[in-house]
């Protein structure tokens, strides 16, 4: 199993996110630094799978770092909620660790 470090910036106008690598919920803590497991290990290459949701007001941004245990093997920068009426974004990133 590979623990993977999870670094969030939330933007202004964000309300809240989640986070999910293969299925499974990113434990967070108030300073939104936390962590995930996933199948492998470090430097393995196998492929993993981010799933993120955020809502907040338009313009609202987020991004996102992995790290297995100091490598980035995932990086979302400013992901944005756009002006066309939704409030929220959704999405989903293939990595390899």
């Not at 992995?66 to 959704?90: F, K, M, N, S, Y």
């Amino acid at each position: 199993m590979a623990k993977l470090r999870v670094e969030v910036r939330p933007g202004a106008g964000l309300l809240g996110y989640s986070l999910f690598v293969d299925g499974l919920p990113a434990a967070m803590d108030g300073d939104h630094r936390g962590e995930a497991i996933c199948e492998g290990r470090c430097g393995d290459g196998s492929s993993h799978s981010l799933l993120y949701s955020f809502n907040g007001a338009p313009g609202a941004t987020l991004s996102v770092t992995l790290r297995c245990p100091e490598r980035i093997v995932c990086r979302l920068t400013e992901l944005r909620i756009g002006d066309d009426g939704r409030p929220w974004r959704a999405g989903r990133e293939v990595f390899v660790i």
